[in-house]
């Protein structure tokens, strides 16, 4: 099977590497823009977005009505692949570029295009998701966050957790539930909601592998009669479950993390002063996963590419993703001595590898979905 890109998805590779070659500060590595990034950090991927979109490389694969160029998913992907590799310097950009805009794009009213569409084309603009709760993780359709109706505007109360980014974002993509009397998967609804509303407190949350100390760490979101007009509301109110399933299709294989351990894993096999059977065994496997996992990513690009809708392929790659990380974590532990050097590009690798499994969906969940959409076994309750 031939894996070679495009020539003109390899000259783009080859730009964008050369372009991070030149820009990128001295001090920024693959681990500057993971769980302990903090102030220094988030300026500088605050102002490398608009540099990006100027040279073309941070929507390349929208429309141009839309600030794009009408490049294809291979190269928005491959693009996606070296920016991850190198410590992901667009920041929280990746999510209004792979998954907010996009929806945005099928769902929104003109308006909304016009703002939401050029702010993040631009780079100016900055979305952080509002989905789990406390009580609705890995069952998101039991949410109960609402946002009632009046008149003009929605009210909304209840409680948002393990939210990325509340603290430097614009705005919040937020799935609530705008019908109270619906349960399950009716009656949910999403909100453009901005974070400077009254009403809305943002709490960090402590935790043992460091997230909550930078910028972008994990927070809880708590609405005490937030008032938002109506004009917040992408797509049909009370259908907004449709828009999240969308949106989440594409964030399953939003961030190729293999590509970070891919380079990890090479760097600490071409340093070694030796390399014993044990190691080329374990290194070996660690690096078959990534490449498994690229295989497997690439493979809902290309569905994506031909405008196939998206299936549960997405869900297969996204956990072969998860295990491809925690091999390649499993790998650094057993022979890298930077692993136990608290924030070497290393450690953070390790500990970016805990939480893989839950964050854009558990493992769990993803397994019980493969297994009733591809193998039509019972659905997990």
């Given at each position: ?15 964008v590497s ?5 820009n990128?500060p001295a001090?920024?590595?693959?681990s500057?823009n ?12 605050r102002t490398?977005?608009?540099?990006l ?26 693009l996606?692949?070296?920016l ?28 909304q ?10 780079g ?18 039991a949410?109960?966050?609402r ?11 209840g409680?948002k957790?393990?939210?990325s980014?509340?603290l430097t ?5 937020l ?10 998967r009716?009656?949910l ?7 400077d ?12 592998i ?15 009669d937030?008032?938002?007009p ?18 989440l299709a594409?964030?399953?294989?939003g ?34 996963a ?15 590419a ?23 974590a499993?790998?650094?532990?057993d022979f ?8 070497s590009v290393?450690?953070?690798?390790v500990?970016?590898s805990?939480?893989?499994?839950h ?11 493969i ?8 659905k997990?309750?």
């Amino acid at each position: 099977m031939e894996f070679d890109w495009p020539p003109e998805v390899d000259s783009l590779r080859a730009e964008v590497s050369d372009f991070l070659d030149h820009n990128l500060p001295a001090w920024w590595n693959l681990s500057s823009n993971t769980l302990t990034a903090g102030k220094e950090h988030y300026r500088f991927c605050r102002t490398f977005g608009p540099a990006l979109a100027e040279r073309g490389y941070l929507t390349p694969h929208w429309p141009k009505a839309y600030g794009g160029r009408d490049a294809g998913s291979w190269e928005l992907f491959a693009l996606t692949e070296i920016l991850f590799a190198r410590g992901e310097p667009r920041g929280q950009q990746y999510m209004g570029v792979n998954w907010v805009g996009p929806a945005i794009m099928r769902y929104g009213t003109n308006a909304q295009k016009d703002y939401f569409l050029n702010g993040i084309a631009n780079g100016l603009l900055q979305f952080c998701q509002g989905f789990s709760e406390p009580d609705a993780g890995s069952d998101l359709a039991a949410l109960s966050t609402r946002a009632i109706r009046d008149d003009d505007q929605y009210v909304i109360n209840g409680q948002k957790t393990w939210t990325s980014y509340a603290l430097t974002a614009d705005y919040c993509f937020l799935l609530v539930r705008t019908d109270p009397q619906s349960t399950g998967r009716a009656g949910l609804s999403i909100l453009l909601m901005p974070m400077d509303v009254a009403g809305l407190s943002i709490r960090p949350i402590p935790n043992v592998i460091g997230v909550a100390g930078g910028e972008h760490g994990f927070c809880e979101l708590f609405f005490d009669d937030v008032r938002v007009p109506d004009s917040s509301l992408l797509g049909t109110e009370n259908d907004g479950w449709k828009v999240a399933l969308d949106a989440l299709a594409f964030e399953r294989i939003g961030l190729p993390r293999y590509a970070r351990g891919l380079r990890l894993l090479n760097a600490l096999y071409d340093n070694a002063d030796t390399v014993s059977d044990d190691m080329a065994s374990t290194v070996g496997q660690a690096m078959a996963a990534c490449l498994a996992a690229r295989s497997l990513n690439y493979r809902v690009v290309d569905a994506r590419a031909k405008s196939v809708p998206p299936g549960p392929e997405g869900n297969v790659a996204r956990l072969a993703t998860v295990w491809a990380e925690q091999d390649a974590a499993d790998a650094l532990l057993d022979f890298s001595p930077d692993a136990f050097r608290m924030d070497s590009v290393a450690d953070e690798a390790v500990r970016a590898s805990l939480p893989a499994g839950h964050a854009a969906g558990s493992i769990e969940v993803n397994l019980g979905l493969i297994a009733h959409r591809l193998l039509a076994l019972p659905k997990v309750r």
